[in-house]
């Protein structure tokens, strides 16, 4: 969603081009775009706010046919990019990623804004996130007027391993471990016993303040088990743990 509230949607068409739509304010969904691309897995989609001059943008990734992360990005309500450096698809990195990658809320990117006002950290950037050749997660930042070479950033689990992450929009990460349950940094456990997380979790519950300020809404995870139903996971300590997993219900695949 973006700060006029607009509520963005990005699939793999079955020729391997991205589809795009939007949901106004107002409730009308605009239908689907082909905004093209080469890609293998689901795309990933942030809204990044305007913030100290900076640009608004919806910034979309994917894998390319050699599995490295690639993005397009568009200004909120758009097919036009935000500055011609979006104009396609540009490749983000040369690193190989074993699944799709993933795109959280950020604070960063000390770019000198288009007003020339100071230098400061504001959510005009996103976190690319990931699962390398060699099975670690990885993350990096990409600011919002250009990707960013900032070197990744490498987290394992205490597995050595993990099987999937997506940034819980604050900083921190949350992953499927090789032993099936949800972990944040440490190990948070399975919606119910004799159930294990079963796909990549999705964070839920999360809008990038208009204003640069502080995240007020509960930081939620999206999970479907392995018998394919669906779970609301809300944390309640800082590190993730002591949370209510709440049954959607539903046969997800």
Known sequence: MDSEGRVYLAVRATNGNVLYQWREPNGSW??????????????????????????????????????????????????SPPIAHWASWVGLDDQVLQAAPMLGAAQGCQDTPRDGAP?????????????????????REVCGDAPSPAPA??????????????????????????????????????????????????????????????????????????QGTSWLYVPVEEDGTGGTWTNLGGIAT
């Open 153 to 226: 950033t490498w987290f394992l689990n205490s597995e050595g391993t993990s099987s999937g992450i997506a940034s819980d929009s604050h900083g921190g990460v949350w992953f499927r471990g090789t032993d099936g349950a949800l972990w944040d940094g440490t190990r948070v456990g399975v919606p119910a016993a004799g159930r294990r997380v079963a796909c990549t979790p999705t964070v839920a519950g999360y809008q990038v303040p208009k204003n640069g300020g502080t995240p007020t809404d509960p930081r939620s995870v999206l999970v479907r088990d392995d």
């Open 30 to 79: 605009t239908g689907w775009k082909n905004i093209g691309g080469t890609t293998y897995g689901a795309p990933a989609l942030q809204a990044i706010p305007a913030q100290n001059g900076q640009y608004p943008e919806v910034l979309i990734a994917a894998q390319n046919s050699a599995g490295q992360p690639q993005a397009r990005a568009f200004t909120p309500g758009t097919l």
């Open 119 to 139: 230098d400061s950290a504001q959510p005009n950037a996103v976190v690319l996130l990931g699962r390398g050749s060699n099975g670690n997660g990885m993350q």
